[in-house]
Nanobody, 124 residues
Framework: QVQLAEYGGGSEQAGGSLRLSCVVT????????MGWFRQAPGKEREGVAV???????MYADSVKGRFTISRDNAQSTLYLQMNSLKPEDTAMYYC??????????????????WGQGTQVTVSS
């Protein structure tokens, strides 16, 4: 079983920064493709960023140049550095794990394991 736990959410003003962490309880964490997703009230869950086991990253257009996904395999931890935050970034943020490689990285239905989520609120 794979357990994920997110940390680091909170409230921030527009233009500010937050860093999310996701701790994964799995020895072979380094072999998993890891992603960050978010869901705002009344909206679909959307992919924010993904990092593969080989370090390849992909981002949603809406966060390119502002967010950075990274992973520390020794600590079994996934990160999302969020800079230049905007009010439209307000959402519940989730980390997710895929045992291999999703066909479409932003398709949340392909991911096997999920954290409980952490709220990010950005005020204007």
């Amino acid at each position: 079983q794979v357990q994920l736990a997110e940390y680091g959410g909170g409230s921030e003003q527009a233009g500010g920064s937050l860093r999310l962490s996701c701790v994964v309880t799995r020895r072979d964490y380094s072999e998993y493709c890891m992603g960050w997703f978010r869901q705002a009230p009344g909206k679909e869950r959307e992919g924010v960023a993904v990092i593969d086991s080989d370090g390849t990253t992909m981002y949603a257009d809406s966060v390119k140049g502002r967010f950075t996904i990274s992973r520390d395999n020794a600590q079994s931890t996934l990160y999302l550095q969020m800079n230049s935050l905007k009010p439209e970034d307000t959402a519940m943020y989730y980390c997710a794990a895929h045992r291999f490689r999703p066909t479409r990285w932003s398709n949340h239905e392909e991911y096997n394991y999920w954290g409980q989520g952490t709220q990010v609120t950005v005020s204007s």
